[in-house]
């Protein structure tokens, strides 16, 4: 369970995240918003690379105080809008980076190196130099990154950036068994509708940094106050 | 005002080894300190100035500002020793420096348009490589002396004598750090330089002629960098490879305003100038003064860690 | 060219080098070999410091010289071993590393770029006010005439044993930087260059990684620096000007920052051509202006410098012969 409680950061002028408190339950949640509602920055500030006031809890253990580096030791694992493998390593060296950094305890309970691999589909390309991958193999590579070393909270920023939607479906069932491989809860943010009700239980969204609606996905889709802000179609009245 | 704390810690330091350093010495004395100090101060401030117009419109800190002046200065000299009007030879030293910052600006940056700041200010080295090569190759290794006819006249102000050369070039560093403030603030094309700066792709995509402001920003820093390179030849040594890296103590200067803040680079320069200059009059300390610049940039440097360590600076 | 293709190639070229190498008659040619073979230790810590981390130093040459001076200060002041006060000099420099680069290991790239250029600056008026130890008194040990004797190390006292000795070291500089990348942060510092976000999401304290990169490339300059008061017995202000240190690392780039051979082609460069250019009388400012073409050539359409260039140009001829 994670919950977020009173975020609030502003850049400057500017408040990018207004008072933000909800309660993840769910193996998968996503989270949804316009361009600039926040939703980066919030996993950002939940990364720990933003300074911000108020908490981020997991399993009423509080994260919030801990310098951007140790929380993925604590179990914080995320993927960015960019791919961000090292072209420099082989596949399986950019999965011991995280293996590097990580206590003996995480990494025997967790999922091993080959493990995550083979789920997303590169146990072929172990000794693969990352620079020679294509564009989905990537993406698999930073996800593989999540699964290793027992990981409490995933966060996926706009996964399937770039790939087709083929592979974007394929994209969402490794999702869908990230919970049942690893334990983690998963925070999932994405424009494309299709793949959030394909994966996520329940839905944050969010619009100017406030929360908008929150809850089971289905609903939120077909909410009129979240289609108005979100989708861009007027508010039915009646 | 709180953005000025830092600068005022620069002001209090000068104040604070004039005090220490100066304390016993008639003023009549520290004052001629006083006096150079902010002359070479002020020529510190130019550089920085120069530097940090460019950086901010372009991204790229031109290593290379110090051997354009250079440059710049030795066919000053060479005209003035060929019998050519010193006022003549002031202008093609201008107009050089401008052609030689230029020839960089249009045909070796656009090269090197979408790679990190890092990569362009090494570039920027080599071409200062280049230009000091050519200068120390056409003018062999003698000793020479540049001087301009306001190094005679002078004007006393406040019991202290300030040759003319030392009050032009002081007066140009704060008329030209107002000058290009009002520019950046109030002109369109200033408008422009600053939205470049602040995010280069939303600025072509909004319509700003991304070329023609950015060349406008390489030939202000060339003309900067020529009239510094005079001055630098008049008031501290005329020798290509001294002047070149003369553009070491401007980086100092505009890393104190963070390479931003024109008045920052001001205040850096003018302390540091002041400084250095009073250092001669310490028994101790006078050996060591020119490292002075350097002391100062590093422990600003180490000021400025206040904020948390920027993780996503596009730069 | 695989990376254990590299490490035979290096481990022949060390053995061909320490045999050959020593053996050349002529004196003026084994200094300069053995001045070269200090810089390219000195080389190797700026080159990875680039290739790996995206790091720029400007000012190794200028911490090689305070390699040297501590060298020499302990050499004059106690009577150790030249191994011992070969490892005081590497770490003092380390630190003295460290102390200057510190704050600008936690701020943009740009910055630490500009400390270690300043650091060239203020340590070339402080080499030429106070000069090098030579024997004298106090801190500074410096004495008005002939310098006192240096003590090189037991087993390699004559120039030619001098020479094999440092070209050991030079080798151990290579195995200790190939050490770093194929373990823990090697990886660490690959991912730091790729995006130091995502190093921070992967866990990775990119701070200490940083300050682990160039206090490594420290030690080496230090090194550098040691041997080279070791093998001259006496050092000049002059070698360590700021310029030297910009060069060093024009010319790492022109060689080539990601392969052993560019680094030993950039010592040549830096150390062997002025003295050829000497020897058939042309002025040495020309070869400021190729330094500068070459940099500037490299770093925007060849990266991989000379040593790359050549790597493509054994690919193609290989691909010829299949």
């Keep these: 369970m994670i919950e977020l409680s009173n975020l609030s950061m502003h850049f400057g002028g500017v408040v990018a995240l207004d008072n933000v408190s909800v309660k993840f339950t769910a193996p998968v949640s996503g989270i949804i918003g316009p361009n600039g509602a926040g939703k980066t920055t919030t996993i950002n500030v939940i990364s720990g690379f933003l300074p911000c006031s108020g908490s981020i809890q997991y399993m009423e253990e509080e994260i919030g105080q801990l310098p951007a580096y140790k929380r993925s030791r604590w179990g914080l694992r995320r993927s960015f809008q960019k791919e961000q493998i090292a072209d420099d390593l082989t596949v399986l060296d950019n999965l011991k980076v995280i293996l590097d950094t990580q206590p003996r305890s995480t990494i025997k309970t967790g999922l091993s190196a080959d493990h995550a691999l083979e789920a997303t589909g590169l146990q072929d390309k172990r000794f693969t130099m990352a620079a020679q991958l294509n564009n989905y193999e990537r993406r698999m590579v930073d996800i593989a990154r999540c699964l290793i070393a027992s990981p409490k909270i995933i966060m996926f920023d706009e996964p399937g950036g770039g790939l087709s939607s083929s592979e974007t479906h394929a994209l969402g069932e490794l999702i869908s068994v990230v919970h049942s491989l690893t334990g983690a809860n998963t925070l999932l943010i994405d424009h494309d509708v299709d793949l959030i009700s394909q994966v996520c239980q329940e839905t944050l969204v969010l619009d100017f940094g406030k929360r908008i609606a929150f809850g089971p996905t289905r609903n939120i889709l077909s909410d009129p106050k979240v289609r108005s802000a979100y989708l861009g179609i007027e508010e039915v009245d009646g | ?315 | ?322």
């Design chain 2, 1 to 315: 005002m709180k953005r000025f704390l830092p600068l005022l810690w620069l002001v209090l330091a000068a104040l604070a080894v004039f005090i220490l350093v100066a304390g016993k010495t008639p003023f009549r004395i520290s004052g001629l300190f006083l006096v150079s100090g902010l002359a070479v101060g002020a020529l510190y401030s130019l550089g920085g100035i120069g530097l940090v117009v460019l950086y901010r419109a372009t991204g790229v800190l031109n290593l290379a500002n110090g051997a354009i002046g250079a440059l710049g200065v030795m066919v000053a000299w060479q005209l003035g020793h060929w019998g050519v009007a010193p006022s003549l030879t002031w202008l093609a030293a201008l107009v050089l420096a401008t052609m030689v910052s230029l020839i960089f600006g249009r045909l070796i940056a656009p090269g090197l348009a979408h790679r990190d700041p890092v990569v362009k200010t090494v570039a920027t080295l080599g071409y200062a490589l280049v230009v000091l090569g050519i200068t120390a190759f056409i003018w062999e290794d003698d000793v020479r002396k540049f001087s301009l006819p306001t190094d005679q006249m002078a004007a006393i102000i406040l019991d202290l004598r300030f040759t003319v050369t030392r009050m032009i070039v002081i007066g140009t560093a704060i008329f030209i750090v107002i000058v290009i403030w009002l520019y950046l603030d109030r002109t369109r094309v200033g408008l422009q330089m600053r939205s470049l700066a602040n995010d280069r792709q939303l600025a072509a995509l909004i319509g700003i002629r991304i070329v023609r402001v950015e060349t406008i920003a390489w030939g202000i820093s060339g003309v900067i960098a020529g009239f510094t390179g005079l001055m630098f030849g008049d008031l501290v040594r005329l020798e290509p490879f001294v002047i070149t890296f003369m553009v070491i103590p401007s980086i100092a200067a505009a890393i104190c305003g963070k390479l931003e803040s024109l008045v920052g680079v001001l205040v850096g320069g003018f302390t540091m100038g002041i400084i250095e200059s009073l250092l001669t009059l310490s028994p101790t300390l006078k050996s060591i003064r020119p490292v002075a610049p350097f002391v100062i940039a590093a422990i600003a440097l180490f000021l400025m860690q206040g904020g948390r360590p920027l993780v996503f600076a596009r730069d």
């Design chain 3, 1 to 322: 060219m695989t990376i254990s293709r590299q490490v035979w190639l290096g481990l022949i070229a060390f053995l061909a080098a320490s045999i050959s190498l020593p053996s050349i008659g002529s004196g003026q040619w084994l200094s300069i070999l053995t001045s070269t073979s200090c810089f390219v230790i000195a080389i190797t810590g700026v080159a990875f410091l680039y290739a790996r981390l995206g790091m720029v130093s400007l000012g190794q040459v200028a911490l090689m010289g305070v390699g040297g001076w501590v060298m020499l200060r302990m050499n004059h002041a106690y009577l150790l071993p030249f191994e011992l006060n070969l490892m005081v000099a590497v770490v003092v420099t380390m630190v003295f590393g460290w102390i200057l680069a510190l704050p600008a290991l936690r701020m943009r790239g740009l910055y630490l770029a500009l400390i270690t250029l300043m650091a060239a600056g203020g340590l070339e008026v402080i080499f030429a006010t106070f000069r090098f130890p030579n024997g004298g008194e106090g801190f500074w040990g410096v004495m008005p005439s002939v310098a006192a004797p240096f003590r090189r190390p037991e087993i390699a006292q004559s120039d030619s044993a001098y020479l094999r000795y440092l070209i050991t070291f030079v080798a151990l500089g290579f195995a200790i930087i190939r050490l770093h990348l194929s373990s823990a942060p090697g990886r660490a510092w690959a991912m730091i260059r790729r995006s130091e976000a995502a190093a921070l999401a992967s866990g990775v304290n990119v701070t200490y990684y940083k300050a682990w990169g160039f206090g490594l490339s420290g030690a080496l300059a230090g090194l550098a620096g040691a041997f080279l008061a070791g093998s001259l017995g006496l050092l000049d202000a002059s070698t360590f000007r700021a310029s030297e240190s910009i060069l060093l690392f024009a010319l790492a780039v022109v060689g080539g920052v990601r392969y052993w051979y560019g680094v030993v082609i950039a010592a040549l460069l830096l150390r062997v051509l002025p003295a050829l250019f000497n020897n058939w009388s042309l002025d040495p400012d020309l070869a400021l202006i190729i330094f500068g073409a070459a940099l500037m050539h490299s770093i925007i359409t060849a990266p991989q410098g000379i040593a790359g260039q050549l790597n493509d140009l054994l690919a193609k001829l290989r691909g010829k012969h299949d």
